[in-house]
């Protein structure tokens, strides 16, 4: 009898993203309605164990694919209007994250000491102010300087990032105008020398909209899919929906539509430009659909941005993987009816690479194991802290 032989497991890559780590629950003595996170030691124990056990036998690389930091979402802190985006506050937020999230920080310190470790951050559009050479050297500096060469911070000038041949890595806010930002382009210097982030219309949007709104109604960016929140939230929160709409309504309206009008463009034009600015958290499955089954050399394609976690394999064994979001979610969906949070990572192991055997169909991608998975964490504790 004849077997197959076995291929040892060389690397892991883990890919997370969208976990919006923000100031803590607690701000100068107030409860921050902005704080997204709170599974602070369920992602200790991820990070731990994937740096323990079989997995120091191998390389292991932890990507984090944007959005990790939410510098959108930090309360009370004494900037207003353009000086929210200078880097001097750019540089205050990151630390009032950084200190609202010591231990995360410490176990990533933990993790890359291994020496066979590394970690890649890509940018989002909730943490674009790392754009800002000072706050990415802030970060690197929370490494001891023997390992800081294993934290690499990606601009996305490349558009993608590649870690092992057939797999590519976008966060996904690249798809949408609304959060669309070059990350060379986007910074700004006064007459003084003052740097100052230049955000596109999809974070003031955040910071002037959703960000009040929330006080409120925490869930107000929670909810899946829009449609069915407004239609929902007319019947049963009548005026806080009104509120909302109007707001949206009046916001796009004296931020963009008019913007867009006075370029003189005709009127078709300016409603389907329109049209684009407002396509939010669209279906990137059907948009990336032909980029992944049409390209030879991509086996996977991993997103985020849109909070929905999804795993497609296509006919041809191309993958499509969106690592979903650490954050609390609701969804309306029949077929995806669904209430809080889905720790959702993606796993690639890579193994050796073997001949193929005669009569045995291979593709170039069989030493690829891919898969989306969720953290269930670990306790020995009979209970666990209610959110409502």
Same mark, same amino acid.
């Given at each position: ?85 200078? &880097?001097?506050?750019?540089? *205050? ?49 929370? %490494? ?43 910074? *700004? ?25 929330? &006080? ?36 796009? %309206? ?6 867009? %009008? ?27 659909? &032909? %980029?992944?089954?049409? @390209?030879?050399?991509?086996? *996977? ?35 995806? @009816? ?7 990572? *993606? ?26 998975? &969720?953290w269930r964490g670990k306790s020995d504790l009979p209970f ?5």
């Open positions: 009898m004849k077997f197959l032989p076995k291929n040892e497991i060389k690397k892991t890559i883990l890919v997370i993203s969208d976990l919006h780590l923000g100031a803590g629950l607690i701000v100068v003595k107030r409860k921050n309605f902005l704080e997204d996170f709170h599974y602070d030691k369920e992602l200790i124990e991820f990070i731990e164990y994937h740096g323990s056990l079989h997995y120091q036998e191998r390389e292991v690389e932890l990507i984090i694919n944007g959005d990790f930091l939410d510098l959108l979402s930090v309360p009370f802190v004494p900037y207003f209007d353009d000086e929210f985006w200078s &880097e001097e506050a750019s540089l *205050a937020k990151l630390k009032m994250i950084v200190n609202a999230h010591l231990e995360v920080f410490d176990a990533l310190k933990n993790f890359i000491t291994y020496p066979k470790n590394s970690i890649v951050y890509i940018l989002g559009n909730h943490d674009a102010e790392l754009v800002f050479e000072s706050l990415r050297q802030y970060l690197v500096d929370l %490494f001891p300087l023997e390992d800081q060469s294993k934290f690499k911070i990606l601009l996305n000038t490349d558009d993608v990032y590649i870690p092992v041949e057939g797999v590519v890595l976008k966060h996904g806010h690249e798809y949408e105008v609304a959060h669309h930002y070059d990350p060379i382009k986007s910074i *700004a210097t006064d007459i003084d020398d003052k740097k100052y982030f230049i955000p596109p219309w999809g974070s003031y949007y955040v910071t002037r909209v959703i960000n009040k709104f929330k &006080e409120g109604r925490d869930y107000i960016n929670s909810v899946r899919p829009i449609n069915k929140f407004i239609i929902n939230g007319i019947i049963y929160d009548t005026l806080y929906t009104v509120r909302f709409g109007f707001s949206n309504f009046y916001y796009f %309206f004296m931020v963009r539509f008019l913007m867009i %009008f006075k370029q003189k463009k005709g009127i078709l034009d300016v409603l389907d430009l329109a049209r684009q600015e407002i396509q939010l958290f669209q279906n990137y499955e059907i948009l990336t659909e &032909e %980029f992944v089954t049409a @390209n030879e050399d991509v086996h *996977a394609l991993i997103v985020g941005h849109t909070h929905d976690p999804i795993y497609r394999e296509y006919d041809d064994g191309s993958i499509f993987i969106n690592t979903g979001t650490w954050t609390k979610m609701y969804n309306l969906d029949f077929g995806k @009816n669904f209430y809080g949070a889905r720790l959702t990572f *993606a796993k690639i192991d890579v193994k050796e690479k073997l001949e193929p055997l005669e009569n045995i169909s291979s593709s170039k991608f069989d030493h690829l194991d891919i898969s989306l998975n &969720e666990k802290e209610f959110r409502y």
